[in-house]
């Protein structure tokens, strides 16, 4: 990794843990059948791809899972408590770490991320660590449902690229995702796949950073 000028880190379960298993469960108990296929990490009801993009609102994705669960009683709070049931939070030193990246290196946030999920992890941010967002940890950040376009469409691997002129042969990018990761390589971008229990203070422990 001599040659590599500049990383593009993936949000969750690279910097922020996720808890698939805690998730299912939870939209289980909403009312949801047969939640693998409903939301998983690798499979998705297609509701959670337009989230994602920004094309439907927090009310219409809210009003999708009320007609999906069957239910006129379901509240939104408990929508949102369902869904954000995935959102654990930040390992200790994880944002240092950054830090001291981003001292030596040019790097990048590129998350697929929903609006109900951003307000709730920036309120974590502010309350668990005093941070208004993630914009002081990387150079620049970009947010699915901000974007319009989301991974594995290498077209957001593109406009990451050319936005900021970086090389592809310099460019790292993690993700815990293989299909995200295979969208990179054909870019001729870097690619480390993130899989538990390894992380990233893992990873950048042999590094001189």
């Given at each position: 990794m001599?040659n590599i000028?500049n990383?593009?880190?993936d949000?969750?379960?690279?910097?922020?843990?996720?808890?698939?298993?805690k998730s299912?469960h939870?939209?289980k108990s909403?009312?949801i059948?047969?939640t693998?296929?409903?939301y998983?990490?690798?499979?998705q009801d297609?509701?959670?791809?337009?989230?994602?993009?920004?094309e439907?609102?927090?009310?219409?994705?809210?009003?999708?899972?009320?007609n999906k669960?069957?239910?006129k009683?379901v509240t939104?709070e408990?929508?949102?408590k369902?869904?954000?049931?995935?959102?654990v939070?930040?390992?200790?030193?994880n944002?240092e770490?950054?830090?001291?990246?981003k001292?030596?290196?040019?790097?990048?946030l590129?998350?697929?991320i929903n609006?109900?999920?951003?307000?709730?992890?920036?309120?974590?941010?502010?309350?668990?660590?005093g941070y208004?967002?993630?914009?002081?940890?990387f150079?620049k950040t970009?947010?699915?449902?901000l974007?319009?376009?989301?991974?594995?469409d290498?077209?957001?691997?593109?406009?990451?690229m050319?936005e900021?002129n970086?090389?592809?042969?310099?460019?790292?990018f993690?993700d815990?995702?293989p299909?995200?990761?295979e969208?990179?390589?054909?870019?001729?971008?870097?690619?480390?796949l993130m899989?538990?229990?390894d992380?990233?203070?893992?990873?950048?422990?042999?590094?001189?950073i």
């Amino acid at each position: 990794m001599d040659n590599i000028k500049n990383i593009i880190f993936d949000y969750g379960n690279v910097i922020f843990t996720l808890d698939f298993e805690k998730s299912k469960h939870a939209w289980k108990s909403l009312g949801i059948e047969n939640t693998e296929a409903f939301y998983g990490h690798n499979v998705q009801d297609n509701i959670f791809d337009k989230f994602e993009k920004g094309e439907i609102t927090p009310k219409e994705f809210r009003s999708f899972v009320k007609n999906k669960v069957k239910s006129k009683t379901v509240t939104d709070e408990e929508i949102n408590k369902t869904w954000n049931s995935l959102l654990v939070g930040i390992a200790p030193g994880n944002h240092e770490l950054l830090l001291k990246i981003k001292q030596k290196y040019r790097t990048f946030l590129l998350s697929n991320i929903n609006a109900i999920h951003y307000d709730h992890i920036h309120r974590y941010l502010k309350d668990e660590f005093g941070y208004e967002n993630n914009n002081h940890l990387f150079e620049k950040t970009y947010y699915s449902h901000l974007v319009g376009k989301r991974k594995p469409d290498i077209n957001i691997f593109q406009q990451v690229m050319e936005e900021n002129n970086l090389l592809p042969s310099e460019t790292l990018f993690i993700d815990d995702s293989p299909q995200h990761i295979e969208s990179a390589k054909k870019l001729g971008i870097n690619t480390y796949l993130m899989t538990a229990p390894d992380n990233i203070q893992k990873l950048f422990s042999t590094w001189d950073i």
